[in-house]
């Protein structure tokens, strides 16, 4: 076996051990990702928009994170909007009316009906901030439905916007009466019309929507085409749309960046969906309406090594020393085991003439003591 197949076989040993550990302790990893998940969301928060100080307090932000622990992840999604509300009524109260529209609009539109695809808004922003945009609309065409692009979209919208807010927050935390609709303007003009935003939704969308038609298709291999198709998209896309609204885009970060997040994507078909292309099988059959054919593709994993622990007890000397210091009918009796031989002899000693002969050894040093106690009485007298 080469160096290449141990590091293979290895690495499907940590996958199958992976796996079972998440399908025993799911009950505990699940309420900690999510607990995980909503501190993180509402820490970045907080450092985008930090202008309502009791909502940056560690007890609050700790015991909201524990309580959305215990709640479904559309729970977090609506806690998340809460404190982006808060915190930018605190800035505007015109931004606030803005902020509470656009998360109305999400929320009817959309999350109502599809609450599994809230952790896609919630890491789209994260994704942002860790310079790895292109990862959400891969992972949404591999693991996602034909619907969840809106969920990557509405995730781009909130995070342009609280940039938007933050790089405009002389202008928007200003006290003056008579520019109330100059305000609401102002926020509308900066959310619709905003260039960067719409490259990045179409970008996204299209990748999205290309990685999960191709996974789909009855082709060999086809997680890996879907993944490096939808990459080549993805950055296509935006250069022509830096290209055309001059969004002043990094091109040598993109392509980093693009590269990287194929490597993410890699690593979760690596666990979602692994199959063994060398073993597939065509099946042909039919029934009283219909011929069925079908193509069986294996699974590629690995059984855990079964290793099993046995512990021997030996006695302690302390233990020793107090049996040895009790009475000779009162220690416990050690029968020989029956592959023991006599002395001298070819025979084995059976286990129930063991045990006999020391019921017998116990009843006479019984009627020993007894005599000698006998004897001691007479004298006495």
């Not at 215990?70 to 806690?79: G, S």
């Not at 509300?85 to 015109?94: P, Q």
């Not at 006479?364 to 005599?371: G, I, K, T, V």
Request: proline share 5%; aromatic share 12%; net charge positive.
């Amino acid at each position: 076996m080469t160096e290449t197949e141990r590091l293979y076989a290895r690495l499907l040993e940590i996958k199958s051990f992976l796996t079972a550990v998440f399908g025993r302790y799911e009950a505990w990893i699940l309420p900690l990702l999510r607990f995980l998940t909503a501190l993180v969301t509402i820490l970045v928060i907080n450092r985008t928009l930090p202008y309502m100080d009791r909502l940056s307090k560690v007890p609050l932000v700790l015991l909201v994170s524990l309580v959305c622990s215990l709640l479904p992840m559309a729970f977090t999604l609506l806690v998340a909007g809460g404190f982006i509300l808060l915190n930018v009524y605190d800035l505007s109260m015109e931004a606030a009316l803005v902020t509470l529209a656009l998360l109305m609009v999400m929320y009817l539109l959309y999350f109502r009906f599809t609450p599994r695809d809230a952790v896609l808004v919630l890491l789209t922003p994260l994704a942002f901030l860790l310079h790895i945009p292109c990862v959400m609309p891969l992972i949404a065409g591999l693991l996602g439905s034909a619907a969840s692009f809106l969920a990557v979209a509405c995730g781009v919208v909130i995070y342009v916007f609280l940039g938007y807010i933050r790089t405009n927050a002389a202008f928007l935390g200003s006290s003056a009466s008579d520019d109330m609709l100059a305000k609401v303007r102002y926020c509308l003009d900066g959310l619709l019309n905003n260039k960067e935003m719409l490259v990045y939704i179409a970008a996204f969308t299209l990748t999205m929507l290309l990685v999960f038609f191709l996974r789909h298709l009855p082709l060999d291999y086809s997680w890996t085409i879907a993944i490096i198709a939808g990459a080549i998209a993805d950055v296509v896309v935006l250069l022509i749309g830096d290209l055309f609204y001059e969004t002043q885009m990094n091109i040598p970060g993109t392509l980093f960046s693009s590269v990287f997040c194929v490597l993410i994507a890699f690593i979760i078909q690596f666990f979602a969906f692994h199959l063994d292309y060398r073993r597939a099988e065509n099946v042909q059959f039919e029934d009283d309406e219909y011929y069925y054919y079908v193509r069986a593709l294996p699974k590629v994993n690995v059984p855990l090594r079964n290793i099993q622990v046995k512990k021997i007890h030996t006695p302690m000397k302390r233990e020793i020393e107090e049996e040895e210091m009790l009475p000779a009918y009162k220690r416990p009796h050690k029968s020989p085991s029956p592959g023991i031989l006599r002395r001298g002899g070819s025979q084995s000693i059976p286990q129930g003439a063991a045990e006999v002969r020391g019921t017998s050894a116990a009843k006479e040093a019984r009627s020993a003591l007894n005599e000698l106690r006998g004897m001691n009485d007479r004298r006495e007298r």
